[in-house]
T-cell receptor, first 111, second 115 residues
Framework: AQSVTQLGSHVSVSEGALVLLRCNYS??????LFWYVQYPNQGLQLLLK??????LVKGINGFEAEFKKSETSFHLTKPSAHMSDAAEYFC?????????FGKGTSLLVTP | DTAVSQTPKYLVTQMGNDKSIKCEQN?????MYWYKQDSKKFLKIMFS???????INETVPNRFSPKSPDKAHLNLHINSLELGDSAVYFC??????????????FGEGSRLTVL
């Protein structure tokens, strides 16, 4: 079954620092991978998705992720954190008719 | 105009009661979902319908019954509510699962609190 593991339930960075949120996947077929963001009391919003076209995927709000098959990883990065990036981030993998989500990583941005 | 809208946004009710959550999408999508997000933020798929047909029915108590009157609507009815049902329930839609796993568009969630 397709699944993802997010390493680190909480990540804290300073404003302006690099953001790195880790996601490893397990899939018996070429995976469809996604990153979503959830702001407090809101639904999930797509940041970016990988569908085998290019290994480096650019998303909204300056985020990008790189698909590395050899490492079964799809880590999310942003060069410079902004206070408004503080939120919950979910990695997800296509699994049949639905998406399976990781447990989420809460990103805290300090001034 | 909200793409995926759920009502109500908040429900507070007593154990044993029955409640419903409604969801509508105006994106013209064929597939709709219910996900449950627990207190630890973990998201788990419950049900999915493609063009009014049930295609995913995860291990969920029989007290939960989804209904899709048409492909733009997916409702969730919960009987005999229990404390453990307290969670945020998200409705989502996608273009069509028949073309492979695609982006999900989420509603804002319905926070259910069972006392």
């Amino acid at each position: 079954a397709q699944s993802v593991t997010q390493l680190g339930s909480h990540v804290s960075v300073s404003e302006g620092a690099l953001v790195l949120l880790r996601c490893n996947y397990s899939s018996s077929v070429p995976p469809y991978l996604f990153w979503y963001v959830q702001y407090p009391n809101q639904g999930l919003q797509l940041l970016l998705k990988y569908t085998s076209a290019a290994t480096l995927v650019k998303g909204i709000n300056g985020f990008e992720a790189e698909f590395k098959k050899s490492e079964t990883s799809f880590h999310l990065t942003k060069p410079s954190a902004h206070m408004s990036d503080a939120a919950e981030y979910f990695c997800a993998v296509g699994a049949g008719y639905a998406l399976n989500f990781g447990k989420g990583t809460s990103l805290l941005v300090t001034p | 105009d909200t793409a995926v809208s759920q009502t109500p946004k908040y429900l507070v009710t007593q154990m044993g009661n029955d409640k419903s959550i409604k969801c509508e999408q105006n994106l013209g999508h064929d597939t709709m979902y219910w996900y449950k997000q627990d207190s630890k933020k973990f998201l788990k798929i419950m049900f999915s319908y493609n063009n009014k047909e049930l295609i995913i029915n995860e291990t969920v108590p029989n007290r939960f019954s989804p209904k899709s009157p048409d492909k733009a609507h997916l409702n969730l009815h919960i009987n005999s509510l229990e404390l453990g049902d307290s969670a945020v329930y998200f409705c989502a839609s996608s273009q069509s699962v028949l073309s492979g796993p695609g982006e999900l568009f989420f509603g804002e969630g319905s926070r259910l609190t069972v006392l």
